[in-house]
């Protein structure tokens, strides 16, 4: 089994990646603006089962929020996300490469899936700023 490190890496990359691949790739920096969008995105996904070092932390979000501040510091990433100006921008680190083709390197799951939880988070976090 993959550590919990390994497992948020994996979360945090898919998600940026979904994200790329709905189309938007800023967010806000704000881990109080943030947060509550992971938690809601984290506990209406059907696949957290397969991350059970994450389901059992006390906190899934802020394991998540914690695992994208540090993104933009890993140097071997296919997804990154980098902060600056209040937020966050998704960065796929691997040249030339559509969203399609980066989701082989980000695990095992299909980019829909990875979309499929993107839509949750963006969905929370616009509702949140209405």
Same mark, same amino acid.
């Given at each position: ?22 189309? /938007? ?13 992971? %938690? ?35 140097? %071997? ?18 040249? %030339? ?7 082989? $390197? ?14 949750? $988070?963006?969905? /929370?976090? /616009?509702?949140? /700023?209405?």
């Amino acid at each position: 089994m993959a550590s919990k490190k390994q497992q948020v890496i994996e979360v945090v990359e898919g998600l940026g990646l979904g994200m790329a691949a709905i189309g /938007e790739k800023r967010v806000t920096s704000s881990k109080d603006g943030l947060e509550p969008a992971l %938690n809601h995105a984290w506990s209406h996904w059907d696949h957290t089962s397969d991350y059970p070092l994450i389901e059992r932390a006390q906190r899934p979000a802020n394991e998540l929020w914690a695992g994208i501040a540090g993104s933009n510091l890993r140097t %071997n990433a296919a997804v990154v996300w980098r902060e600056g100006d209040g937020s966050f921008v998704v960065d796929i680190t691997l040249t %030339n490469r559509t969203p399609d083709e980066a989701a082989r $390197f980000v695990g095992d799951r299909p980019l829909n899936e990875w979309k499929a939880l993107a839509a949750l $988070f963006l969905g /929370e976090l /616009e509702a949140g /700023e209405g």
